[in-house]
């Protein structure tokens, strides 16, 4: 008897360890760890590395020590480099450390990454959102936004490249100093000349007494006269540039019942160009007011649009053909958005609403000449794709790069007499797809010795041969009410568009352009071979609200204004994708002065 229970207790103990050891391998088998990433063979991770884009590969350097020792692979490298834009020749001959610093060279000048690694900051306004008036930027360096607050005093900033920094606020002279005119001066316009004075355009607003603001006015006749006030920038030699409210011009400019001020621009000699929109008139019209008392005159620009129709290929030859319908809407309906001094202010660019390329163009007239008149002339021009094939009804923007090359020979010439070529870049866009826009080139050649080898960007507008060399891919439709907004960097290298709150940005290199070595210079997926035309994919940045106008300070930073105030994207190879909020009234510091020198 005691066998048998020594025996079924060994059945039983037996049997006990096998259902612990089952038990035990089950527990380990739904608490197996994850696979790690690392734990998989080097050459599956290179070949990963290889599937991924730039900007991938380019983020996936930056998260440990052992992914940035894994992508130090030739193999790797010379897959992205030659997936970006830029020179592919001579790669191969690169050492592994000369390899891998071009790499990171390349993807933060394409910024690459900079949906996640961008730096954002927002400097919200006073009181409600859009409480920001008529905000203006400046042309050129440097960098300068004029805003109003709901008040007739207009804040003047400049805009650095970490920082925003007040420069002044300008007010009117003689405002609430005579107590017999019930009057305010809202801010209606405001515009920045070449020569950095600010011109503000004011409408005086009567005051009834004794009603509530709730209530209409009793007298509802509107002012027949805006004042204008212009803003000069003085220099000393101890504080620099500045602004004061004790220099200014104010004009009175008068205008009949039923027209509405809609754009301003200001020239460096004084003269301003004010766009009109009448009730009972549907074409928009032009008129610049001369800066002298005596010449007050004002002498208008055509009150009607005449419909025009390219029939050179030259944007400054047009034939009348009233019945032809036309498809820009300048030329449909003659409405005017934005008005623009360039060429040295001798010429007058007129903008479309929605449309970043000027769609009409006039010669600036003398508010002197009482017998002066221009009537404004169409933006149109044809594209040729690699000399085979023609394409119509393009807008050529003005040159923002340029380039000059010495004492070059024409071969073409029997002479062979040195000639200095210059060659321009410019933005062209299709007016029946508005998508389809492009960087053109075009060239000129000037005989050495008649050359001033001086490149005016304004200049090579006046060329009448314009060729596609790239395609700007992903260009955002203008189908909101605001349009497509358009910045260009001050060297040339990057485009920024928006559209509402989404902003792209494109980046190149103009001097590889300039030299059309489109086969080197773009991968082989985005250069078309056939058309010798190569292809810029955009770039995504954070957003930041809905953007209204844009400006670039250097080559890494972007402004914008937008509907919650004022926005920067810094975009250089330090950034991380910090995010901050800030107050322009609290954060907005006034510059430091400069001691007064003993």
């Known amino acids: 008897m005691s066998v048998i229970n020594v025996d079924n207790q060994r059945d039983l103990a037996s049997q006990q360890g096998i259902r612990d050891r089952l038990s035990v391998s089950k527990d380990k088998l739904h608490t197996k760890p994850p696979l790690n990433l690392l734990e998989l063979p080097s050459e599956i991770l290179h070949l990963t590395m290889c599937h991924m884009d730039p900007a991938t590969f380019y983020v996936s350097l930056l998260t440990c020590k052992a992914i940035f020792a894994l992508g130090r692979s030739r193999l790797t490298l010379l897959h992205h480099l030659r997936g970006m834009p830029g020179e592919s020749l001579g790669l191969e001959e690169l050492s592994l450390d000369e390899l891998f610093l071009c790499f990171r060279t390349r993807a933060a000048q394409h910024l690459c990454a900079s949906n996640i690694l961008a730096n954002l900051c927002e400097y919200n306004t006073p009181g409600s959102a859009l409480s920001m008036v008529s905000p203006a930027f400046s042309r050129g360096p440097p960098a300068l936004l004029a805003a109003a607050y709901d008040t007739s005093t207009v804040t003047i900033y400049e805009l650095a490249k970490q920082d925003v920094r007040l420069k002044a606020e300008l007010y009117p002279m003689g405002r609430g100093m005579d107590s017999t005119e019930a009057r305010d001066l809202e801010v209606l316009k405001i515009a920045f000349s070449s020569s950095l004075d600010v011109a503000v355009l004011y409408d005086l607003v009567e005051q009834g007494r004794g009603i509530s603001p709730l209530v209409l006015k009793a007298d509802p006749t509107p002012q027949c006269v805006l004042r204008l006030v212009v803003f000069h920038r003085l220099y000393t ?35 301003v160009c004010i766009s009109w929109r009448s009730f009972d008139l549907l074409p928009d019209y032009l008129v610049v007011y001369g800066r002298d ?132 870049l410019a933005v062209a866009m299709n007016k029946e797809h508005p998508s389809r826009v492009f960087i053109v ?40 009410s605001l349009g497509t907004v358009m910045a260009v960097s001050e060297g040339g290298t990057k485009i920024a568009a928006a559209n509402w709150s989404r902003v792209l940005v494109w980046s190149f290199d103009p001097e590889c352009l300039h030299l059309r070595e489109m ?80």
């Open 293 to 424: 008392g005596m010449l007050m005159e004002a002498c208008s620009y055509g009150k009607f649009f005449k419909y025009f129709h390219v029939a050179n290929p030259s944007p400054l030859s047009f034939e009348y053909r009233p019945n032809v319908p036309l498809s820009s809407p300048i030329e449909r309906d003659g409405t005017i958005s934005t008005v623009q001094f360039v060429s040295g202010d001798s010429y007058i660019n007129v903008y479309s609403p929605g449309i970043p390329i000027h769609s009409g163009f006039a010669q600036t007239i003398d508010p002197s000449n009482p017998e002066g008149n221009e009537t404004i002339r169409i933006n149109g021009c044809v594209l040729d794709i690699n000399q085979d094939e023609v394409w119509e009804g393009f807008a050529i923007g003005m040159p923002f790069h340029g380039c000059h090359i010495k004492g070059a020979v024409d071969a073409s010439q029997a002479t062979h007499r040195p000639q200095c070529q210059k060659s321009y």
């Open 441 to 480: 080139h075009t060239e000129m050649a000037v005989p050495l010795l008649s050359c001033d080898h001086f490149i005016f960007l304004d200049k090579g507008r006046k060329s009448q041969d314009w060729e596609a060399i790239c395609y700007l891919a992903g260009w955002p439709n203008s189908a909101s």
């Open 519 to 598: 086969q080197s210079y773009f991968p082989p997926r985005d250069y078309n071979m056939r058309k010798s035309l190569g292809r810029l994919r955009p770039v995504h940045l954070p957003p930041a609200g809905v953007i209204y106008n844009m400006a670039w300070m250097g080559e890494s930073t972007l402004y914008a204004t937008t509907d919650r105030g004022l926005a920067r994207w810094e975009m250089d190879h330090m950034s991380q994708g910090e995010q901050r909020c800030l107050s322009i009234t609290f954060d907005a510091w006034p510059e430091l002065q400069l001691p007064l020198q003993l």
């Open 237 to 271: 030699q101890q504080k620099g540039y500045f602004y004061s409210s004790s220099c200014q011009d104010i004009r009175d400019i008068p205008y009949s019942k039923g027209q509405k001020p809609v754009s301003l621009a200001m020239a460096k000699d004084g003269k």
